[in-house]
């Protein structure tokens, strides 16, 4: 029989992950179980005290079990954190040794949305990829420079660890692990009793771009206004670090460790969030978009829309406008 634990931390936490995660794996055990398997899983809330409240008190979860009496788990499932997250490491720090303590041991590990900043408080995501929420992506750069975040991605999945996007999409890398700790039969069965999409590998659809800007450069924080000013342009980069004075190499440093991307890639977000926002809102062809945000070419401009949405600005369209006008 497999163990499967999921923690309930200290602290005003996300419970739907909790509910949601434990309501799917009971339902893929009594899949399991009618269809006369005969290894169930055990599937356990656990904690660090007997009672944990959310929302002001309104719900409250009470685990099964307290970690201490777990002497052997197959996987740890890590909800969603709320946004204050050195509050939320300062009071869980036996949590967090626990589920170091087992990954040594032999278990596998899964955080959900920001729960992502607890699981690298362990120090187990050093070296390897992570994804997280979108929103929270550049707080958790700046706090775990030694993990590779990777914001576009749904799930990773690296030497046991399991990590996913931000919200709703947790139950993506429940049906995931659904699959790996019973079989696809089940996935699919629950992925359809729950109404949710089977294999999806992206959050970038989902993503807003806004720009880093709390980071005290002021010139880069110039030269974001600047790009984000005149998107219908087609900026030169060599042009616009001799605007401010810096030398390419060093305009280009100063970029990356500002914003978290290069000054071509902020350039191509920022046009590329302002097509969105006219694919979502008007009537507008994608030719006229396109020039609007600074693109002449249509192929250049397709390729680059999907490289950070994952889908063509045709698709896109269709998908978030509702009167679904996107000829060209």
């Keep these: 029989m497999k163990h499967i634990t999921i923690v309930v931390p200290e602290g005003e936490n996300n419970l739907s992950s909790i509910v949601g995660a434990y309501k799917i794996f009971t339902r893929a055990n009594a899949y399991w179980k009618d269809n006369g398997k005969d290894e169930l899983h055990k599937i356990e809330l656990a904690g660090s005290s007997k009672q944990v409240d959310f929302h002001d008190n309104l719900f409250s979860v009470k685990p099964h079990t307290h970690i201490s009496s777990i002497t052997k788990t197959n996987l740890i499932i890590i909800p969603s954190l709320n946004h204050n997250y050195q509050n939320a490491i300062n009071g869980?720090?036996?949590?967090?040794?626990?589920?170091?303590?087992?990954?040594?041991?032999?278990?596998?590990?899964?955080?959900i949305c920001t729960g992502a900043f607890l699981l690298a408080s362990t120090g187990l995501l050093n070296g390897k990829s992570c994804s997280t929420h979108w929103a929270f992506a550049d707080t958790f750069r700046k706090r775990f420079p030694d993990v590779n975040v990777q914001t576009d991605r749904l799930i990773t999945d690296e030497n046991g660890i399991y990590t996913n996007g931000g919200a709703y999409s947790f139950l993506n890398l429940i049906i995931y692990l659904i699959e790996k700790y019973y079989d696809r039969e089940t996935a699919i069965f629950c992925s359809k009793v729950f109404q949710i999409e089977m294999d999806r590998s992206s959050q970038s659809a989902f993503i807003?771009?806004?720009?880093?800007?709390?980071?005290?450069?002021?010139?880069?924080?110039?030269?974001?206004?600047?790009?984000?000013?005149?998107?219908?342009?087609?900026?030169?980069?060599?042009d616009?670090?001799?605007?401010?004075?810096?030398?390419?190499?060093?305009?280009?440093?100063?970029?990356?460790?500002?914003?978290?991307?290069?000054?071509?890639?902020?350039?191509?977000?920022?046009?590329?969030?302002?097509?969105?926002?006219a694919f979502e809102t008007?009537?507008?062809?994608?030719?006229?978009?396109?020039?609007?945000?600074?693109?002449?070419?249509?192929?250049?401009?397709?390729?680059?829309?999907?490289?950070?949405?994952?889908?063509?600005?045709?698709?896109?369209?269709?998908?978030?406008?509702?009167?679904?006008?996107?000829v060209l």
């Design 240 to 277: 616009l670090s001799s605007k401010y004075a810096v030398g390419r190499r060093n305009f280009d440093r100063r970029f990356i460790k500002a914003t978290g991307n290069t000054p071509i890639e902020y350039a191509q977000r920022a046009k590329i969030e302002a097509a969105k926002k």
């Design 208 to 238: 807003i771009f806004r720009g880093q800007k709390n980071h005290g450069d002021e010139i880069i924080l110039q030269a974001q206004t600047y790009i984000e000013s005149n998107l219908h342009e087609k900026i030169s980069i060599e």
């Design 92 to 111: 869980n720090q036996p949590i967090i040794d626990w589920i170091a303590t087992h990954y040594k041991h032999g278990a596998e590990i899964a955080s």
């Design 282 to 326: 008007n009537r507008k062809t994608v030719n006229e978009v396109m020039y609007e945000v600074g693109y002449s070419d249509v192929k250049a401009f397709r390729e680059v829309f999907k490289k950070i949405t994952g889908m063509s600005p045709l698709e896109y369209k269709s998908r978030y406008n509702r009167e679904k006008i996107a």
